[in-house]
């Protein structure tokens, strides 16, 4: 009973390699296996090669300086963090939260058998991620520091031992996050505020790593008494990881007691998790007046209602605004040293500053693809916004002005911080306005364009949409082809022309294709978009 629950288990944790999403359709065995095979090589090449490179870097200093316990210790805190960020956000879902939750619980199945096949799931994710950092870190130990077989072995064992911390600490963060999910009628919102804090946390670590490293070895000694005191069970988990029986011992009794724990803790709560449908705080009944509203308003405000309602949505077409708005907040931080740094570097053409100002919020603006598959969003419910009394070119006119409103508006931002640092003439100023403006406008048209010719609207997840689709490549290979020639122009004939002429052009040709886009969505695009 518990092999085939965990059979199901897996199959619908990586559904994505089994079944189409696009389609709804079972693969064949050997798109099976060759996307598994590929996933591994991608997963464990990439940030396997990553983290390889640091234990590396970290090796050879502390182990000639008899740390060998520290090394295997920053591995295993690399491989702690790691495993858990790469499960938490899962862990609700597939635990917590699944689907089929109340039909398993109806069948004459174990309770028990139904949450260790839920646990294995969630198990084998984190184990996945953690073997990515600790075993090139086991392999580098092994080749610098040749320590022997039986450090080797103890260091695999600790491996084994941290995938059940993970999945510890993975079901406590993951039951917090659902929690803090229960408290908001949007979950969408909570989804992508977490993920975006992951985001910034994940780069904030990555970007002072080897800061922090360089810390680490210059004061090793420091470090290491510091570890000892304030963090004995990272200390005791390197010194298992080299060797040492008795503090392997320890570990592997410590992780069997809050295994047990947690085990015995969920056993007994997991009927009641599971079906118990958490509410939101109660909201008082305000009788107000209806305000009338105009129909290209509320078509508005529907889009900007299905942008808030998918976290998929959100996060994969609109990340370029959240771009723009950090970029300004750095631009005013460190605007005048970029700028410095920028002019006293020889052999730079006139203008440069110029220029790259608006390729920078040109290339942040590209980030956001609204349009691209807000056609097949729509899917099997189409038919509802086109049965409304407004015109197709009101519907299309919607998702064009969320685009342009998404985007526009950070981007001036940003332009207008840049403009404080550049200080260009007054027609260098006006065109660096211009040309983001323009470039906003002609991206929507073409992301509305490309999703009318490519739509998609007989999926079985927003996800083969927005991050699958045609559409959206080709919509977004567009903005990036626009930048690369704007850069490529500029390198070729900026030097005859002069920076004030090339943008000129730039913004006469830019507007010249936004007004032909807009003219043909307006005449062949409501026509494509009649006959979906």
């Known amino acids: 009973m518990i092999r085939i629950l965990m059979k199901k288990q897996l199959k619908m944790l990586f559904s994505g390699f089994f079944v189409d999403r696009k389609t709804g359709k079972s693969r064949s065995k050997g798109a099976v296996v060759l996307g598994i095979i590929s996933y591994v090589a991608v997963l464990q090449g990439c940030m396997g090669a990553m983290f390889g490179m640091e234990a590396y870097s970290v090796c050879e200093p502390l182990c000639s300086a008899g740390l060998d316990w520290m090394y295997m210790a920053m591995m295993s805190m690399m491989a702690l963090t790691i495993g858990i960020l790469g499960s938490v956000f ?13 039909l398993m619980l109806s069948l004459p199945i174990p309770v028990r058998a139904i949450l260790f096949a839920r646990l294995s799931g969630v198990y084998i994710m984190g184990a996945m991620f953690a073997v990515t950092a600790m075993v ?36 406590i963060l993951g039951w917090v996050v659902g929690k803090i999910g229960n408290k908001t ?53 390197g010194r298992a990881a080299t060797g040492d029986g008795l503090q392997l011992a320890f570990v592997a009794t410590g992780t069997l007691i809050i295994s047990l724990a947690v085990w015995l803790v969920l056993e007994r709560t997991f009927i009641g998790i599971v079906t118990t449908k958490a509410g939101h705080t109660k909201r008082k009944n305000i009788i107000k007046a209806a305000k009338a509203q105009s129909q290209d308003a509320a078509l508005l405000q529907k889009e900007f209602k299905r942008l808030a309602a998918s976290a998929v949505y959100m996060l994969n077409c609109s990340l370029g605004t959240l771009i723009m708005i950090a970029m300004a907040v750095v631009c005013l931080v460190k605007g005048q040293y970029v700028v410095d740094m920028i002019t006293k570097t020889p052999g730079l053409p006139d203008g440069v500053l110029i220029i790259g100002a608006c390729i920078a919020v040109c290339a942040a603006a590209s980030m956001n693809d609204l349009t691209a598959p807000s056609i097949s969003l729509e899917g099997k419910n189409l038919w509802i916004v086109r049965s409304l009394p407004v015109t197709s070119w009101q519907i299309l006119r919607a998702k064009l002005r969320m685009h342009v409103i998404l985007t526009l508006i950070p981007a001036l931002v940003l332009d207008i911080v840049m403009l404080v640092f550049v200080t260009p003439s007054l027609v260098d100023g006006v065109m660096m306005l211009l040309i983001p403006c323009l470039y906003v406008c002609l991206t929507a048209y073409i992301g509305l364009a490309v999703n009318l010719k490519m739509p998609k609207l007989d999926w079985t997840s927003e996800a083969s949409v927005v991050k699958q689709s045609m559409g959206v490549l080709v919509a977004l290979l ?24 090339y943008l000129a052009i730039s913004t006469a040709l830019t507007a010249a294709a936004a007004v032909l886009f807009r003219i043909w969505l307006k005449r062949r695009g409501v026509q494509v978009f009649e006959a979906l």
């Open 478 to 501: 567009s903005n990036f082809v626009y930048i690369i020639v704007l850069v490529v122009g500029y390198l070729l004939f900026g030097g005859f022309t002069g920076a004030t002429m």
């Open 185 to 237: 009628r949007n979950k969408s919102f909570v989804t992508v505020v977490l993920s975006l804090a992951f985001i910034a946390a994940y780069y904030a670590v990555y970007m002072n790593a080897n800061k922090l490293l360089s810390k680490i070895l210059a004061n090793s000694g420091e470090y290491s008494a510091k570890i000892k005191g304030a963090a004995y069970p990272l200390y005791s988990i």
């Open 90 to 102: 899962n862990t609700y879902a597939s635990l917590y939260q699944a689907k089929d939750n109340d």
């Open 136 to 171: 090139p870190g086991i392999i580098v130990y092994g080749i610098v520091a040749h320590p022997g077989v039986w450090p080797v072995v103890s260091s695999i064992i600790v491996l084994v031992l941290l995938t059940f911390v993970i999945l510890v600490l993975s079901c």
